[in-house]
């Protein structure tokens, strides 16, 4: 019942079979390659993204997990259109924003504010945060007067829990969990209605994660934000997220609510996946093993992306690659055994 | 059982311009042969201090003012360097955090085990040590070893390198391995493995490990004690289980429930430990805690409290509210 309420609202974001590849071949001596004695030209693509499609509801948080190199912080980038994407459509409340040039964009990128990994790149060392959170303001209200400005960034940093009365300060005199104070805050000083958070907490010690978690849940309680959350870590997600979203090699495995997730994961990779968290006072918990390693997004497996680790493959994963199918209760999985119902 | 380690009342200090820093104030603890110790804290508390202190690895400008090393009964912390040697990346092995940097770029992953060993192991011929390295290959699980001694570190991902780290800590078959980090670097899914790895080899060859990390979780599934840091000292320490299970320090208390698995519905508030970590330069009077303490008393911004048996008798706590009066 639900699920076919939110279904009937209107999505803030929908993304259709988005690729994003990357060529990192560099310049053309470096492309030529000798091969069975004949000089060849190589290029290496990264396939960092292949035919990613899901919906993001208003006011939910969607988490998208995976490890490190699978694409979840490309996926990020490409919808808030940090990276143009190779093909694919985005739409943004229904209106198509990936075909968009900088100007149409504007308004846009008002409403879709990031929040980046690590505080320390990510603030501008030579401003002080009064700058760093009047620019976006300025820059999307160049009439807004100052005496306005001055009491939003005011108003700002007092709800992020930086104390106004350092707003002259530089970023290298605050700490870690402090600067991503200012990195949330310069997101709302925009008004935003959807935050890719990339990693928020990933470079902050256990005590602030919880602090800068908690602010971030009350950030979205009070302007009414739906967040795209990406992280690696599946304790936060399981805490925090409505949705979430299982990427491996550039491909989502499964797309679910999160309790259903954490009770009865469908594909192999969020199976293997769950197992492996480490949780508290569970001594010798026994995980599901996985073969192998994560290939690299440059040569990827023929077939499913994961069948060269899964341990219910059979000879149709490693010929046809699966889709993404829609589960009776809203889940979105691509396996084909679970297709087959034998998982 | 016997003791493996032994470190009594070590204090580390950095000099500074400014005047000495104490990054390590006061910290003791044993270790039994086969045993694997938990250092926990957030980054700052010093762990890593204390694991380098270990092995008599500080380096200028830091340096033990006070306290004692044993291992297997020497006091090493008093061992100069070039006996130290002898110990060190012999009966101790460490492991990093990151292990691209600990490997030679330049060097094959063969010429990097083999120079280990015949550096400890003066006698030993050059087919003995490719031998030996090619077993702790095996022992690691590393498919095709024979193959991987010839290829340089880029050419294997980042759980393979750690697994090729591991191996070359076991060619000495230490008594103790000190593991600073070791799967911060990594994925979940890597870092279950490496972890799985590291306390079947210890079990096996019953070495003792000393983890240190800031990660609860991967401490309460591999080790047996635990010792929490905060601010250079110990403050809460006993069987792994019992701490996890019911932590008596308001700071362990708090980490364990800032932690977003801790019970409790999805989407609420976590519970948050006001404050940050003092900086080493102005760290509190009395309890170093007591600023950010939900529970604090007069006496704790007076006088630091002791490391003292807890009042169940399951390990040891440094807080006020347990002292008998």
Known sequence: MQEKISMSVDKVLRVENLVRHFDISGGFLDQLKFRDRRLTRVKTIVKALNNVRFSIFPGETFSVVGESGCGKSTLGRTVVGLHPPNSGKIFYKGERIDNLNAKEMLPYRQKMQMVFQDPYASLNPRMTVQQILREPVVFHNPDMPGKQVRERVARIMDQVGVDPAWSFRYPHEFSGGQRQRISIARALMVNPEFIVADEPISALDVSIQAQILNLLMDAQEEHGLTYMFITHDLAVVERFSTRVAVMYLGTLCEVARTADLFSSPRHPYTQALMSAIPRLGRAGSKHIKLRGEVPTPIDLPSGCVFSGRCPHVRERCLREAPQLMDMEDGTLVACHGVEEKRI | ?325
């Open chain 2, 1 to 325: 059982m016997s003791k493996l380690l032994e470190v009594r009342d070590l204090v580390v200090n950095f000099a500074l311009r400014f005047g000495d820093l104490t990054a390590l104030n006061g910290i003791s603890f044993d270790l039994q042969a086969g045993e694997r110790l938990g250092l926990v804290g957030e980054s700052g508390a010093g762990k890593s201090v204390a694991g380098f202190s270990v092995i008599n690895l500080i380096s200028k400008p830091g340096y033990i003012a006070q306290g004692k090393v044993f291992f297997e009964g020497e006091a090493v912390s008093d061992y100069p360097q070039e006996k130290m040697r002898h110990i060190r990346g012999n009966r101790i092995s460490m492991i990093f955090q990151d292990p691209m940097m600990t490997l030679n770029p330049v060097l094959t992953i063969g010429t990097q085990m083999t120079e280990t060993l015949l550096a400890h192991r003066p006698g030993m011929s050059r087919r003995e040590a490719e031998r030996i390295a090619l077993d702790k290959l095996r022992q690691v699980h590393i498919p095709s070893p024979a193959e991987r001694l010839k290829q340089y570190p880029h050419e294997f991902s980042g759980g393979m390198r750690q697994r090729i780290i591991i191996a070359i800590s076991l060619l000495t078959d230490p008594a103790l391995i000190v593991a600073d980090e070791p799967t911060t670097a990594l994925d979940v899914t890597i870092q279950a493995e490496i972890m799985d790895l590291l306390t079947e080899l210890c079990e096996k060859h019953s070495m003792g490990l000393i983890l240190i990390t800031h990660d609860l979780g991967v401490v309460s599934q591999t080790t047996q004690r635990i010792a929490v840091m905060y601010a250079g000292r110990i403050v809460e320490s006993g069987s792994t289980r019992d701490v996890v299970d019911n932590p008596r320090h308001p700071y362990t208390q708090g980490l364990i429930s800032a932690l977003p698995q801790a019970a409790g519905q999805s989407g609420k508030r976590l519970h948050q430990i006001p404050g940050t970590m003092p900086n080493l330069t102005s760290i509190p009077d009395g309890c170093s805690f007591h600023p950010r303490c939900t529970q604090a008393l007069p006496v704790c911004s007076r006088i630091t409290p002791e490391l003292k048996e807890n009042p169940e008798g399951t390990g040891l706590v440094a807080c006020h509210l347990y002292e008998q009066d």
